[in-house]
């Protein structure tokens, strides 16, 4: 696959530039102490075995989430399942197309938004979900339904929006075989993190800890690594119309997966549940697939656009949560005085009543401390 890439990559070069190993193409005197190209570097290297690690260790946080107990109410009740396949293979793929023809991408920048797109939902939904006292449980199995779907739909998508840039190399040659074989490679720490969730609940409460604060070093450390030893240079090869679509996407997602909410006339705590599923994407998954199974020679600095749009669907859904902590307190006590609440036992509302508290994880205090604030609630109202 290797040599094929190469030759796509030599036939599609516009200005007659070549494969990195011919001596020719060094300026020096003698080619001797020219650097290697960025995607024969050891820091590329490096980059793309921490991207791989990060991504198990998410992988293995979200399947700490899931209650086997659970999952019989939720196939009863699918409504989780319906939500994840419309938003995430419906309405976010087709927004990313989309934006990539409204904005006139290249092909290789279409390809990056096109794929980050088409992922799943991402763990950052969950923590902004239940900043916004929304439906946890929703969350969680919007989550978990949208990543196994993708083992089939991502590729589909894909391959099916791909095709306004059929004519050239990049997506002539498209990795899906290795986009699928990525996507199938998550199985594995999921499953291992459903194991551990119900043998071992509390050791999968430290690791859904773990996994959250790697969602953010990860970005973090991503961020610090391109920018000090690439520079400037490389962020400045990013047209500016990919940074006004990682700016748009997020916010258009949040809106649509709002917008669909009200059309299956949820509850508000709902709403907002489903337009923070929608918006924030799995970009761990996103940064792998580019990193791991595209080219870099072809794919460029284009692996930056899941970092890119990170940071805007970070910054977006905080603006949401200020507006909901500021002006939506109406609705949360109108969700609560419904009821809705009480089927949330999953691990994410665990962890905020831990930092109310401030107990020892999974002690019954919490829950005690917590049931006696309820009823001294009710008998107030």
């Not at 490096?46 to 992988?59: K, Q």
């Not at 449980?137 to 059929?166: D, E, H």
């Not at 669909?260 to 337009?275: G, N, Q």
């Amino acid at each position: 696959m290797n040599s094929s890439w190469a030759a796509a990559a030599a036939a599609g070069a516009s200005d007659g530039a070549a494969s990195p190993s011919p001596p020719a193409a060094a300026p020096g005197p003698g080619g001797a102490g020219v650097p290697p190209p960025f995607w024969d570097s050891a820091l590329n290297q490096g980059l793309s075995v921490f991207v791989a690690l990060a991504l198990g260790a998410t992988m293995l946080g979200l399947g700490c989430t899931v209650e086997v107990s659970q999952l019989g109410a939720q196939l009863r009740r699918p409504v989780g399942l319906l939500l994840a396949l419309l938003c995430q293979f419906g309405l976010m793929p087709l927004v990313a197309f989309l934006l990539a023809l409204v904005f006139a991408l290249d092909e290789v920048a279409a390809v990056a938004v096109l794929l980050c797109g088409c992922c799943p939902g991402g763990n950052l939904s969950n923590i902004m979900s239940l900043l916004v006292d929304g439906d946890m449980n929703l969350s969680i199995i919007m989550t978990t339904s949208s990543t196994l779907l993708a083992l089939l739909l991502m590729p589909l998508c894909l391959w099916l929006y791909s095709r306004a840039w059929i004519n050239t190399p990049l997506v002539r040659l498209l990795p899906l075989g290795a986009v699928s074989l990525t996507l199938c490679s998550t199985l594995l720490p999921i499953g291992l993190g459903v194991l551990i969730r119900y043998r071992y609940p509390r050791l999968a409460d430290i690791l859904l800890k773990v996994s959250l604060w790697s969602l953010l070093l990860t970005l973090v450390i991503l961020f610090i690594l391109t920018g000090t030893m690439l520079g400037p240079e490389l962020l400045a090869t990013i047209p500016a119309t990919v940074y006004v679509v990682a700016v748009l996407m997020p916010l258009a997602g949040y809106g649509c997966g709002y917008g669909v909410a009200t059309l299956f006339h949820l509850p508000p705590h709902c709403k907002r549940t489903v337009s923070l599923e929608t918006g924030c994407q799995n970009v761990q998954l996103c940064t792998a697939i580019l990193k791991l199974t595209f080219p870099p020679q072809l794919i460029g600095s284009m692996y930056m656009f899941p970092l890119l749009y990170a940071l805007f669907q970070a910054a977006e859904a905080g603006l949401i949560v200020l507006a909901y902590k500021i002006y939506g307190k109406d609705f949360y006590k109108q969700d609560t005085l419904g009821g809705e609440e009480e089927d949330t036992d999953i691990s994410y509302k665990k962890l905020k009543e831990e930092e109310v508290v401030d107990t020892s994880y999974g002690t019954v205090t919490a829950e005690n401390r917590g049931s006696v604030h309820m009823e001294s609630t009710q008998t107030a109202l």
